[in-house]
Structures are given as structure tokens and as C-alpha cells.
């Protein structure tokens, strides 16, 4: 049924060129749906679309420049940007709802995640979960580090993770 909705959804999309790189950003005329890391290998394939999407931006996109902009100037630590998922287990579904939890400027390590959502040895899930987190920076999973207290990955890569975490560390 949800891809039957897509048929008729128009999507749009921009590349945001951010102090941490560029941003790919799609949405329709009411959600954002994907903010990624611009050119790795998550980074969303047009095709997985039942429709064209159109490259310009249109309100949603704006104001998710304006807030990233906001963000990356160090005067905006929550988002109020409409999104949605279009894909995602349960599971993985949870994770990202939970890691909105996690603060501006503090982390939580992978059990920690685990343990909030009831399910303490999952934490591996919620690794591969955080890899699949379809709306980077917004949906925090950049705070989520290793059990012993390091980095850990970060599917734009460690330089990305550590950018947006020291960016954060300077209130």
C-alpha cells in the first residue's frame, strides 16, 4: 500500500553544500524524507523512487538549509523539521525514534540505545540501525559512540562523526 502512495507523491532534492560536506536532502511537500552525506555509499539512488525527483528545492528544503545553517553556526540545537520514513523495520524504526533522545552536545554508547528501547543485547542491531538512520544530523546517530568510549563508526566516515561532534562540544 505505502508504495502505491509513492506513485503519486512528488519528491524533491538539492545538494547543500555543509561546512561537513555536501547534503543530500529529499522531501516531498510535507516531510523531509532523507538528509545524507552526498557521494558515499549511502548516499539515497534516485531509483529507489517511483517518480522523478525533481532537483530544486521547495519549502521543506528551505527550511532544512536554514535550520543545518543555524546548526552548523552553533545557534540552533534542535530541529523542527517535519520528517518521515520510508523504509525501516521496526526495529530500526525504534532506534531512530529513541536517538532523538540522545541531547546537543552529549552521547550514548550503543548499549546505552539498546537499553533504552528494552532490548539490552541488541546493540549490534542498533550499530547496523545508526549505518541505515536515513536522515543524518537531524536524527542524531552521530552521537552514538563505542561501548569503551570511542568514536566508533560513522557511515560518512570518523572525520564526519568527529566534525559534528566537536562542533557540538563547544558550548
Known sequence: MEEELLIDM???????????GP????????????LK??????????SFFN???????NQIINE???QLKEYFSGKRKIFDIPTKF???????????SKLRSIKYG???????????????RSYRAVGN????????????????????????????GLKSKSFLLNLESRD
Open 86 to 96: 520510508l523504509y525501516g523495520t521496526k526495529f530500526q524504526i525504534n532506534v531512530w
Open 23 to 34: 547534503l543530500q536532502l529529499i522531501s516531498d511537500k510535507d516531510n523531509l524524507y532523507f
Open 64 to 66: 532544512t538549509i536554514n
Open 129 to 156: 540501525a545508526n549505518g541505515k538512520n536515513p536522515i543524518s544530523i537531524i536524527i542524531p546517530c552521530h552521537r552514538v559512540i563505542a561501548n569503551d568510549g570511542n568514536l566508533g563508526g560513522y557511515g560518512a
Open 37 to 46: 552525506f552526498y557521494g558515499t555509499d549511502n548516499s539515497i539512488n534516485s
Open 10 to 20: 512528488s519528491f524533491f532534492s538539492v545538494i547543500y553544500d555543509s561546512p561537513v
Open 51 to 57: 517518480k522523478k525527483i525533481q532537483e530544486k528545492p
Open 106 to 120: 552529549e552521547t550514548a554508547s550503543y548499549i546505552d540505545v539498546a537499553k533504552s528501547i528494552n532490548n539490552p
